[in-house]
T-cell receptor, first 115, second 115 residues
Framework: EPEVTQTPSHQVTQMGQEVILRCVPISNHLYFYWYRQILGQKVEFLVSFYNNEISEKSEIFDDQFSVERPDGSNFTLKIRSTKLEDSAMYFC?????????????FGNGTRLTVT | AQTVTQSQPEMSVQEAETVTLSCTYDTSESNYYLFWYKQPPSRQMILVIRQEAYKQQNATENRFSVNFQKAAKSFSLKISDSQLGDTAMYFCAFPSGGSQGNLIFGKGTKLSVKP
């Protein structure tokens, strides 16, 4: 069964550094998402992406965050200048249809640790 | 505002027994999907079951079933014949009104299956 693939599984970075989290969504899916989960807390929506542009973003997704689909397969999340509070599990997800009509398929996540 | 409430932070059940996890939500939408996701210690997010709000029949997937009461905005998950591998966090989720990607998650219920 096709899977959403995320790399790396764990990233450690120093405060103020830029990080790029990578995701390969399921190939025939059209909608792409990033969510995050701070340890012990609930899963929070960051951004959705469709037709090569952001379709929705949350308050968390400020100017420090950006997403890109540089080619036909990868979907990346960039944090320009990381803060301690960015430490979290970041999940990429994809779906063939709008989330109101189909479930999201999540990757295994990237654990980001900012020191 | 759209909200999801899981009132049971932790639950435990004996192997082979049945357990029900509760979820209530608030939405102004009339047609939507509801989802239960499982997050084992590996931190992966796995879809357990989904329910279409316009269907009166409760969804069933093997040992997992839901009790969906639309008027009461209640969406509970029943796990029959619990297995040790069911030990995980369980999140109830549904799409925020009409959006393409904003899936709202509850805070989760930590289920422990004991031998």
């Amino acid at each position: 069964e096709p899977e959403v693939t995320q790399t790396p599984s764990h990233q450690v970075t120093q405060m103020g550094q830029e990080v790029i989290l990578r995701c390969v969504p399921i190939s025939n899916h059209l909608y792409f998402y990033w969510y995050r989960q701070i340890l012990g807390q609930k899963v929070e929506f960051l951004v959705s992406f469709y037709n090569n542009e952001i379709s929705e973003k949350s308050e968390i997704f400020d100017d420090q965050f950006s997403v890109e689909r540089p080619d036909g397969s990868n979907f990346t999340l960039k944090i320009r200048s990381t803060k301690l509070e960015d430490s979290a599990m970041y999940f990429c997800a994809s779906s063939p249809l709008r989330v109101s009509n189909s479930p999201l398929h999540f990757g295994n996540g990237t654990r980001l640790t900012v020191t | 505002a759209q909200t999801v409430t899981q009132s049971q932070p932790e639950m435990s059940v004996q192997e082979a027994e049945t357990v029900t996890l509760s979820c209530t939500y608030d939405t102004s939408e009339s047609n939507y999907y509801l989802f239960w996701y499982k997050q084992p210690p590996s931190r992966q997010m796995i879809l357990v079951i989904r329910q279409e709000a316009y269907k009166q029949q409760n969804a069933t997937e093997n040992r997992f079933s839901v009790n969906f009461q639309k008027a009461a905005k209640s969406f509970s998950l029943k796990i029959s014949d619990s297995q040790l591998g069911d030990t995980a966090m369980y999140f109830c989720a549904f799409p925020s009104g009409g959006s393409q990607g904003n899936l709202i998650f509850g805070k989760g219920t930590k289920l422990s299956v004991k031998p």
